[in-house]
């Protein structure tokens, strides 16, 4: 791999982890921060509430109806956009976010299974509302992924450990990624490595050793539903690359 370059190392389902080489920390938990801040989604903000002699208060189903995740078009709705949306639903029976009619068609919840309240027999709620493209700095609600990320390890490894050495480290591993092939450790999936030290502690560093590596990171995204993780990342980036170009604007103009 080149020295910079970005390598997928999972992508399935909701969840994708990459291999970024040739950055540093400030750089990662900037593209970090800027996804759980600054990429925009849509959630429930505005409630207009007509019935609702349910066991809930009104306040306590808004906060409910706000977390439920829905789809979100990057390219029709910008931050600040609304879609109306309502509820009317009565008992008996249980609320989910399925009985949420969008006025978009085009937007959905998107776990339809998601239970809101239970009604009894006579109890009704019945509401309209809107939905509002925010972003996470405001609210938990309108974050678009949860990201994280750790840097990649470098193992330095002994060419001559004792056979008995050799077993007790790889038996330390709490990811199951050290195994003894021939009569040597071999590392079957640096990646996962957590660099909890367990395998220095057991087997002594004159054995083994695991070092961060400061330039190569491994970013992990797993989105919400509303976007990609591939839609969050490239959006997160050009919101980076436009605040760059901001502020070397304004150091141009003070200086």
């Given at each position: 791999?080149?020295?910079?370059?970005?390598?997928?190392?999972?992508?399935?389902?909701?969840?994708?982890?990459?291999?970024?080489?040739?950055?540093?920390?400030?750089?990662i938990n900037?593209?970090?921060?800027?996804i759980?801040?600054?990429?925009?989604?849509?959630?429930?903000?505005?409630?207009?509430?007509?019935?609702?002699?349910?066991?809930?208060?009104?306040?306590?189903?808004?906060?409910?109806?706000?977390?439920?995740?829905?789809?979100?078009?990057?390219?029709?709705?910008?931050?600040?956009?609304?879609?109306?949306?309502?509820?009317?639903?009565?008992?008996?029976?249980?609320?989910?976010?399925?009985?949420?009619?969008?006025?978009?068609?085009?937007?959905?919840?998107?776990?339809?299974r998601?239970?809101?309240?239970?009604?009894?027999?006579?109890?009704?709620?019945?509401?309209?509302?809107?939905?509002?493209?925010?972003?996470?700095?405001?609210?938990?609600?309108?974050?678009?992924?949860?990201?994280?990320y750790?840097?990649?390890?470098?193992?330095?490894?002994?060419?001559?450990?004792?056979?008995?050495?050799m077993?007790?480290?790889?038996?330390?591993?709490?990811?199951?990624?050290?195994?003894?092939?021939?009569?040597?450790?071999?590392?079957?999936?640096?990646?996962?490595?957590?660099l909890?030290?367990?395998?220095?502690?057991?087997?002594?560093?004159?054995?083994?050793?695991?070092?961060?590596?400061?330039?190569?990171?491994?970013?992990?995204?797993?989105?919400?539903?509303?976007?990609?993780?591939?839609?969050?990342?490239?959006?997160?980036?050009?919101?980076?690359?436009?605040?760059?170009?901001?502020?070397?604007?304004?150091?141009?103009?003070?200086?």
């Amino acid at each position: 791999m080149a020295r910079n370059a970005i390598k997928v190392l999972k992508d399935k389902g909701n969840t994708t982890h990459l291999l970024i080489k040739g950055t540093n920390t400030p750089t990662i938990n900037a593209i970090r921060r800027t996804i759980l801040s600054e990429v925009p989604v849509l959630a429930i903000e505005e409630l207009a509430m007509y019935e609702n002699n349910s066991v809930l208060f009104d306040e306590f189903l808004g906060h409910r109806l706000g977390m439920v995740p829905l789809t979100t078009d990057s390219k029709n709705y910008k931050l600040g956009d609304k879609i109306k949306f309502s509820l009317d639903v009565g008992g008996p029976g249980t609320v989910y976010s399925k009985d949420i009619t969008l006025a978009d068609t085009g937007i959905k919840v998107i776990d339809e299974r998601i239970p809101l309240a239970k009604l009894k027999a006579g109890q009704r709620i019945r509401m309209e509302g809107e939905a509002i493209m925010g972003q996470g700095k405001d609210h938990v609600k309108y974050q678009p992924a949860v990201a994280g990320y750790r840097a990649m390890p470098v193992f330095t490894i002994s060419e001559n450990i004792p056979a008995e050495a050799m077993q007790r480290i790889a038996d330390s591993c709490p990811v199951k990624i050290i195994e003894i092939k021939g009569k040597k450790l071999n590392i079957t999936e640096p990646g996962d490595c957590t660099l909890c030290g367990n395998c220095e502690e057991v087997g002594g560093s004159a054995h083994i050793q695991v070092d961060a590596d400061d330039s190569s990171f491994i970013l992990m995204l797993e989105t919400h539903g509303g976007l990609s993780n591939k839609d969050i990342l490239h959006q997160a980036c050009d919101i980076l690359i436009e605040k760059t170009k901001g502020f070397a604007s304004q150091l141009e103009e003070g200086l």
